[in-house]
C-alpha cells in the first residue's frame, strides 16, 4: 500500500514537474517578443524592457531562469493578461471554480442516470429494454457537444423561451464572489431574494451541465453494461445460485459490488474527455470557466494567460487522474495492474 | 488426377470471412457500414458530385430554404447561406474535408502508436517504463489544450489542428498495442519462434502482427469517432480549418449569425457530423460484437 502511494505520488510529481517544464518553454516557442510572452507588458521604453530583463531574470542562464520561474509559479505571481492588464492569478481563480461547478455536476448526472441504466440493460441483456438503452447510449455518444448545445438553445431558450441562453446568474442578483461556486455563494451570501437567485442560478446550469452530461452518460451506461454482463458469468455467481440465494441477494451481493469495481477507473479516464467538452460549451453557453478564458485567450493571442491556463488545467486533470487511478488500485488490490480499459 | 474432398459439405471460412459472416447478421451494422462507405464516397469524388463550387457566391439567391419547404428551389436542394453559396456543394465539400482529414489522421496515429508501441512491449525495464509515463501524462492532457498550445505556437489551419489531434491519439494506440504485446509475448508460439532463432522483427512481423489485426480495427473505428468530433469542433471554435477551406464544423459557426432566421444552416452540417460519427460508432460496435461472437462459437 504504501509501495503503491509512493508511486503514484513519484508519478505525479515528475508529470507536474515536466508539464512545469513545458510551460516553462513556451514563451520561447510562441511568435513574438520572449519578453512580452512571459510578462504580457510591452515594454514602453529601452529603460523599462531593461528592468523587465531584470526582474524576469533574461540575461542569466536558463537555470536561473526556470529557479525564478518556478518560485513565481508557487508565490502566486503569475504575471497579467496581455489584453486586459489584470492579474493572471486572480482571472483563473474566479474562472476555475465555475469549470469544476459544472463538470461535477455533469459527472453526477452521468452517474446517477448512467450506471442505473447500464445495469439494468446488463441485466436483462438482448431484451427490448437493452435494446432501447444500448441504441440511447450509441445515438447520444455520437452526438457533436457543440451541435447538441446549439440544439437546446435552440428548442428550450429560443423556441419554448424556458431557460435562459447564457451565463451564470441573472445580473440582477449581485452574488459577492467567496468560493467560486454559484451554488454554495448564493447559500453562504447574505442578501435579498435568495431563494429566487438560487432558482435563476439553477435554470442557468441546467442546459450546459445536460450538454456535458449527454455524451458521458452514454460511456458510463456502456462500460457499466458490459462490466455486469462480464460480472454475472463469473463462475462465482454460479456457485451463489447453486447454494439457493434468491436472484435479487445474488444480484446486490455479488453482482453489483463487483461490476462496480471496474467502473472507478473508468472515471479517471473521462475526465479529459470531461474537460474538453467543458470547454466547447462554455463558449457556447458563454459560462465564465477557464474553458471559455482560453479560448479567449487564444483568439486575442494571450499568450502569458495560455500559457498559466494550460498547466493549471492540465496540472488538474493530471492530478485528478492519478488519484482517482490510485484509489482504484487501492480499492481493488486484485487487479494487478491497470490496463486502460476499451469500450 | 481428381482431387477430392472427404468433407465436402464441410465449410471453414477464414478468419475475415468469419468476422464478416458474424458482422452481416446485424442489420444495423450493416446500414452504418453502407452509410460509412457513402462518406467514403463523398471524401473522394466530392469535387464531382457537387453541382456548385463550394465558394461561389450568388448574390440572387441569398438565404434560400432547402427544396422541401414552400419558397425553396431545386436548383439549390439544401438552400443558400448568408452569402449565397450553394450548401449543398457545400455539405458535400465540408464532409470530404472532415472525413478525409480525420481518416488521414487516425492512420498515421495508427502507424506511430503500433510503432512505439511495438517497442514499449518487446523491451522491457527503464526504457519501456520512461514512455509509459511520458505517454500516460500526455493522454491526460486533454485535446483541446493541446490543440490551443499548437495553434499558439503554429498558428490555426487545418494542419495544425491534424496533428494536435494525432499527439492526443497516438497514446490511446500506445498503449493498447503494449499490452497486447506484452501478453503475447508471454504465449508458447513465441515462444517457439524464438527457440527457432527469429528475430523480434520477424516475430512482430509474421507472429503478432496477423493477430493484431482486430484489436487496431476496433480501436481504429473508436479513435476515427473521436476524430471527426475532435476536428469539427476545432473547427467550430474557428482553430481549425481556415476560410477558402470548406469544413463542417466551421460551416457551422459561420451560420450561427443568421441560425434564427435560417435554422437549415446549423441544422445540415451539425446532422452530417452526427451521423457521419454515428455510422463510425455502430460499424465500430458491429465488428466488436462480430469479434466477441466468433470467438465464443
Not at chain 1, 249 to 276: D, E
Not at chain 2, 142 to 154: D, E, F, M, Q
Request: aromatic residues 10%; proline residues 5%.
Amino acid at each position: 500500500m504504501i509501495n503503491l502511494l509512493a508511486r503514484y505520488v513519484n508519478l505525479v510529481v515528475l508529470t507536474i514537474a515536466a508539464l512545469i517544464l513545458i510551460s516553462f518553454s513556451l514563451p520561447y516557442l510562441f511568435p513574438g517578443d520572449v519578453l512580452t510572452n512571459m510578462s504580457g507588458i510591452v515594454p514602453e521604453s529601452e529603460a523599462q524592457r531593461a528592468a523587465l530583463e531584470g526582474v524576469y531574470k533574461l540575461n542569466s542562464s536558463v537555470f536561473v531562469q526556470f529557479w525564478y520561474y518556478l518560485n513565481t509559479l508557487f508565490s502566486g505571481n503569475w504575471g497579467v493578461s496581455f489584453s486586459s492588464q489584470e492579474s493572471l492569478f486572480d482571472a483563473v481563480s474566479i474562472a476555475f471554480p465555475a469549470t469544476i461547478e459544472l463538470i461535477t455536476y455533469a459527472l453526477l448526472i452521468s452517474v446517477v442516470v448512467g450506471i442505473p441504466l447500464g445495469f439494468i440493460g446488463g441485466i436483462w441483456h438482448h431484451k427490448p429494454f437493452d435494446f432501447g438503452v444500448v441504441t440511447f447510449s450509441v445515438v447520444s455518444y455520437s452526438f457533436p457537444v457543440f451541435w447538441l448545445a446549439l440544439i437546446f438553445i435552440t428548442i428550450f431558450s429560443l423556441q419554448l423561451g424556458l431557460l435562459p441562453l447564457s451565463g451564470r446568474v441573472n445580473l440582477l442578483y449581485d452574488v459577492p464572489h467567496h468560493s467560486g461556486f454559484i451554488i454554495v455563494d448564493i447559500l453562504v451570501a447574505d442578501i435579498p431574494h435568495k431563494a429566487d437567485a438560487l432558482y435563476d442560478a439553477l435554470q442557468h446550469l441546467i442546459l450546459p451541465t445536460l450538454s456535458i452530461a449527454f455524451v458521458t452518460t452514454a460511456i458510463f451506461v456502456r462500460f457499466t453494461r458490459r462490466s455486469i454482463m462480464d460480472v454475472m458469468e463469473k463462475g462465482y455467481i454460479d456457485a451463489a445460485k447453486s447454494r439457493g440465494f434468491t436472484t435479487k441477494q445474488i444480484f446486490f451481493k455479488h453482482g453489483l459490488r463487483n461490476a462496480l469495481l471496474p467502473i472507478l477507473p473508468l472515471m479517471a479516464m473521462q475526465i479529459s474527455t470531461l474537460i474538453t467538452n467543458a470547454m466547447v460549451v462554455e463558449t457556447i453557453f458563454s459560462w465564465p470557466g477557464i474553458g471559455n478564458w482560453l479560448i479567449q485567450a487564444i483568439y486575442q493571442r494571450d499568450y502569458p494567460a495560455i500559457r498559466i491556463g494550460m498547466l493549471v488545467v492540465s496540472v488538474f486533470v493530471v492530478t485528478l487522474t492519478f488519484t482517482i487511478e490510485f484509489l482504484s488500485r487501492a480499492i481493488d488490490p486484485a487487479r494487478d495492474k491497470f490496463e486502460r480499459a476499451t469500450i | 488426377m481428381p482431387r477430392f474432398s472427404l468433407y465436402q459439405e464441410e465449410f471453414h471460412p477464414s478468419p475475415f470471412m468469419h468476422i464478416w459472416l458474424e458482422f452481416k447478421r446485424s442489420h444495423f451494422a450493416l446500414v452504418g457500414l453502407a452509410v460509412l462507405l457513402m462518406f467514403c464516397g463523398i471524401a473522394v469524388l466530392a469535387p464531382l458530385m457537387s453541382p456548385y463550387d463550394p465558394n461561389i457566391q450568388n448574390t440572387n439567391a441569398i438565404l434560400l430554404p432547402p427544396a422541401w419547404e414552400g419558397n425553396g428551389s431545386i436548383s439549390h436542394i439544401f438552400g443558400t447561406d448568408a452569402l449565397g453559396r450553394d450548401v449543398f456543394s457545400r455539405t458535400l465539400h465540408g464532409a470530404r474535408t472532415t472525413f478525409g482529414s480525420s481518416v488521414i489522421l487516425v492512420i498515421i496515429a495508427l502507424l506511430i502508436g503500433v510503432a512505439l508501441g511495438t517497442l514499449a512491449g518487446m523491451n522491457k525495464g527503464v526504457k519501456s517504463s520512461v514512455l509509459n509515463h511520458l505517454l500516460d501524462s500526455l493522454m491526460a492532457v486533454p485535446t483541446l489544450l493541446i490543440a490551443i498550445i499548437i495553434v499558439a505556437i503554429l498558428g490555426t489551419g487545418l494542419l495544425n489542428s491534424m496533428m494536435a489531434i494525432i499527439l492526443a491519439l497516438i497514446p490511446q494506440f500506445v498503449h493498447q498495442t503494449r499490452s497486447f504485446v506484452r501478453e503475447e509475448m508471454k504465449k508458447d508460439y513465441v515462444l517457439l519462434d524464438k527457440l527457432d532463432g527469429a528475430s523480434s522483427a520477424r516475430i512482430f512481423w509474421k507472429s503478432i502482427l496477423p493477430s493484431m489485426f482486430e484489436l487496431l480495427a476496433v480501436q481504429s473505428t473508436l479513435a476515427l469517432s473521436v476524430a471527426i468530433i475532435d476536428i469539427s469542433a476545432l473547427g467550430f471554435l474557428s482553430l481549425g480549418a481556415q476560410v477558402p477551406l470548406v469544413e463542417l464544423g466551421a460551416s457551422l459557426s459561420q451560420s450561427l449569425e443568421v441560425a434564427y432566421s435560417a435554422p437549415w444552416l446549423v441544422a445540415l452540417p451539425g446532422f452530417c457530423i452526427f451521423l457521419m460519427v454515428l455510422a463510425v460508432n455502430i460499424v465500430g460496435e458491429g465488428l466488436r460484437s462480430a469479434l466477441r461472437n466468433r470467438l465464443i462459437h
